[in-house]
């Protein structure tokens, strides 16, 4: 594997577990959803278990001092066999950061990882060609069609350890927007409509996925950050006219509220919202950490416990009452959106 300087995402992931280590990664693209699984992936691959704290860095090309970079680089791993620092926004980095980078690039320290992420590299600067000569690349391009979703869910899916049938796996890819983020959505709905069987089946697809190209669970989840009442009732409407399901609507909507309180939480241990978003939000797109640190603003303490006071008798109610699934939502989501300290 290590012959080849570029890979499509699906080729690496499929590839990994042959990997050997190298000192550079550069992860390339707009597709936010992949570039986190690869990180992941890498991270997975090349940290030993308890030595993230130690040995995992993490910094942002908008806001970092490239010094700092290069001493982390240059440090002794402390638990692990190797020492992980990853530069996220790489392209954001002046012009003298990025040649400091490239120079380290060009001679490495062994016992250190070095993973860049970059939307678009400027193939023409000098740092760009050093990197590109020395980095592995893993090219993480949105989806251009259905197959692309296909391929994808059917890497998923082993992962997953679950099982779809071709006629399934083409129905699903053609009934979801182009977008993989949208798609691990669907994904993950379809694995609590089925209970966590292990698989899923062409009914199951028409029945929890149908058309969802309409509004999502992070179109309501937006709302409700920013506490608009009329806009998260909207998005609620149109989810239920596209068959959403109220297990997982309430199941995503308790995810989101726990994320808001884990940033209540350690901001009242006085960590800055820079290390929040670097260091504790592994399970949010990068993309959309600043919203949820925007988000918290808006939800104090006791609101977010009366939140989750709210979502465990809205999910009693959905599998014990006759009440109707939409009353019982929109009661949550003017509840949720209403409650103050």
Known sequence: MQRRKSFPHYEFLNEIINL???????????????????????IGKFTTPGSEDFDLITFYGDNCETENVIEQLEMIPFMSKHRIIILKNFDNLQVS?????????????????????VEKLDERSKAAKVINEKAISIICRAPYNAEDI???????????????????????????????????????????YTKNTGKITIEDVKESVGKSKTDSVFDLQNALGNRNLKQAL???????????????IITMLTR???????????QKKNISDSEITNRYLPE??????????????????RSIRKAFSLLLQADIDSKSLNTKEEIILETLIYN?????E
């Open 256 to 266: 989101f509220f726990s994320q808001l309180w884990k940033i209540e939480a350690l």
């Open 97 to 117: 950061g990025k040649n400091l980078i490239a120079e380290y690039v060009s001679n490495p320290v062994n016992s250190s990882i070095l993973i860049l992420t």
């Open 336 to 340: 949720l959106c209403k409650s103050q």
């Open 234 to 248: 909207q998005v609620l409407e149109n989810m239920l006219e596209n068959n959403e399901s109220a297990v997982f």
């Open 20 to 42: 050997k280590t190298a000192p550079v990664f550069l992860i390339i693209g707009q597709e936010f959803y992949l570039k986190d699984k690869v990180q992941k992936a890498l």
């Open 150 to 192: 296909a391929r994808w869910l059917r890497n998923e899916l082993k992962e997953k350890k679950y099982e779809m049938d071709n006629d399934s796996i083409n129905l699903f890819a053609n009934s979801i927007e182009t977008d993989y983020l949208i798609a691990a959505n669907e994904l993950e709905k379809l694995i609590i």
């Open 284 to 301: 949010v797109y990068s993309k959309f950490r600043s919203d949820y640190l925007r988000y918290a603003k808006n939800y104090k303490a």
